[in-house]
């Protein structure tokens, strides 16, 4: 019972084993298996994440025929051989989570690739229903089933679906409650050829005498498993009885070898081969028949010609992208400036009542402003995540990663990278947030970790007030132009730095390029609705606490310790006396304005050094001696560190840094002067700094999603100081060399 200290605490196990039947949905990737769970749960769904892993876990309750029941939505997987989480995960929760039936739901249309996942639950003994889904679609392409006969055959209940209509839903539910209570059946014993069979029998014998996982699995499943080179069953195997872990591995070994050495093919591929005989022979004489007269996939099959075209494809991908990006923050900017007008309306309520305290301070200029800053972004995430869902759904994102597989494959990474990179800030203006948790398409942990961990290296839209304000500051003739550079060498550094990582650290064989290509359909209104609220929950509650928790912190360190009075004292006896000459004067006179841009001037000195003498400025005064080589001093040097907790913080930290007050990112110009200005910047000090920008830690909130997703604290850590130091080299050799170019 290794398997359950890994994916489930024990307060869980109680939880699984109360009276509610717990009954699970399986089905391939775009089967239709979640228009089945919404259909059965509506509202009434838990989601979350698996412990130690990032695959979404989602349950619903309900009732039917009397019967209290858990629906448990397994991962969309091909196969129960743990190559990715998804499958590790709905192989254990299978085993583990006393699931007591299966609805295995299918596409009708593709019935016979569909069975494969089908055929190795029917192996673990689960009693199981299998619901073909999709059989409107399936008739008009003039393919029919004989239900009642493929039961037989396959010695399960089969129930026609439609599940967007609502169709054998309940047929489906009522059959998982009978099979149910019926209890386990006995295990599907499929041949695999007499070379494999040898083996299976000596395996199975060891394994039933041992009592190797007894009460998970069938020996004749984990034989399987074994021979399929399943590293997770070894793994458990090896803890359990580490002597016979090695025996069993021998048996193995010596299988993989004859089958090698005989067939040319891995026992893996045999094995596959034989349960596609199964699944073949069982769906000959009649059981399934197609129309001749109906030309079957006839529009997919057309519009992939066109789509997947090797010309006009990856024009037409680039086009989606850019709408995509451009309904998101066409559409968006709408409700997030009504979020933010929300939260400034709630910041100057609390300047209005309460006095000028460091509890207003606390208040407007840390609460208010950090929970607003994240909420802004709602509304974006929401209308990303719907239209990720909407291409998702439809089939074109399956083509999108089959069309960028080929490039992406010489860095280390997989078709599948594109999107959650495009999400980031690839067409200028995402968001690593979402953009991290796009990654969980990604089926291999090597290459999803490393396109984790250089994805924030994307124009995202916090970066990009940094980028205008240095580029319209510096080079006035041609910000455009350096905008789009700067795009680019993010797309640059990413896929460099991928293939860096994968032929260090994330060392690993690519994964083979497996991507079914589903129909095109239109998806449900209801399930891309829920998909996107989903999302946009999830960010709430993790990216909302987090960020507010930083966002004070930062206020408390460019507010404390407080200036002395002896130091404070001079700058203010200065201001009372000019504010008692100011009232000599007419209002909007030229000596009244002189004075008061005096008054000003004093206030400023006087904040700067407030921030100098607070924990953020004696911060950037020590890390300045190790950013001087790229051009960076001790005021630049706290923007940055303000930078790590949100990007957006930069503009506002430089603005109150250079002794201007806050500045508001969109509306820079003042600033933007004052560094152009100001002897220290020069145009090759501005390159240094957006390039360390787009390179150098991603945001706390990114980086708190980067780490759900990758599993454990030391990848968050390596995502920062990694990407600091190579933004720092970058920075360096980019200011060393652009300032000899220009002097």
Known sequence: MGAVKELYSHSEMRKMKSDNMRIALAGNPNCGKTTVFNGYTGSRQHVGNYPGVTVDRKEGELTFE??????????????????????????????????????????????????????????????????????????????????????????????????????GLEKALSEAIIVGKAGHRSPLRISYGPDLDTALLELEKIIEKSGLLENIYPSRFVAIKLLENDQDMFHEIRRVNPEISANLEAICNKASKHIRETFNASPESVITDHRYGYIHSALQDGVITFDPSKDRLAFSDKLDKVLTNSFFGPLIMLFVLYLMYQITFEVGAYPQEWVEAGFGLLGDFFLDVMPDSLARSLIVDGVIAGVGGVFSFVPLIMIMFALISFMEDSGYMARMAYMMDRIFRFFGLHGASVMPYVISGGIAGGCAIPGAMATRTLRSPKEKLATLLTLPYMTCGAKLPIFILLAGAFFPEHAATVMFCIMLAGWFFALVIAKFLRSTFIKGESTPFVMELPPYRLPTLFSVLLHCWERAWMYIKKAGTVLLAISVIIWASMTFPSLPEEISAPYEQQIAGLEDELNKFVKNSQDYEKLQEQIAGIRDELGETELAYSIAGRLGKWVEPVTRPAGFDWRTD?????????????????????????????????????????????????????????????????????????????????????????????????YQVARRVWL
């Open 66 to 167: 009397g019967q209290s029941i858990i629906l448990v939505d397994l991962p969309g997987t091909y196969s129960l051989t743990a190559y990715s989480q998804e499958e590790l995960v709905a192989r254990r929760e299978l085993a583990l989570s006393n699931i007591q039936s299966v609805i295995d739901i299918v596409d009708s249309s593709a019935l016979e690739r569909n069975l494969l996942l089908t055929v190795q639950m029917l192996e673990m003994g689960i009693p199981l229903v299998l619901a073909c889904n999709m059989m409107d679609e399936a008739e008009s392409a003039g393919i029919n089933i004989d239900m009642p006969r493929l039961g037989n055959l396959l010695g399960v209940p089969v129930v026609p679906m439609i599940a967007k209509k609502d169709e």
């Open 638 to 734: 706290i923007a940055l560190i303000a930078g790590i907790a949100a990007k957006e913080a930069v503009v506002s930290t430089l603005g109150t840094a250079w002794a201007l007050g806050e500045q508001d990112p969109d509306d820079a110009e003042p600033l933007a002067d004052r560094l152009a200005a100001d002897p220290g910047w020069s145009q090759a000090t501005a390159l240094a700094l957006m390039l360390f920008v787009l390179l150098y830690s991603p945001c706390f909130v990114a980086l708190v999603v980067i780490k759900q997703e990758a599993g454990n604290w030391g990848w968050l850590a390596f995502s920062v100081l990694f990407n600091t130091a190579v933004a720092y080299v970058v920075a360096v050799i980019v």
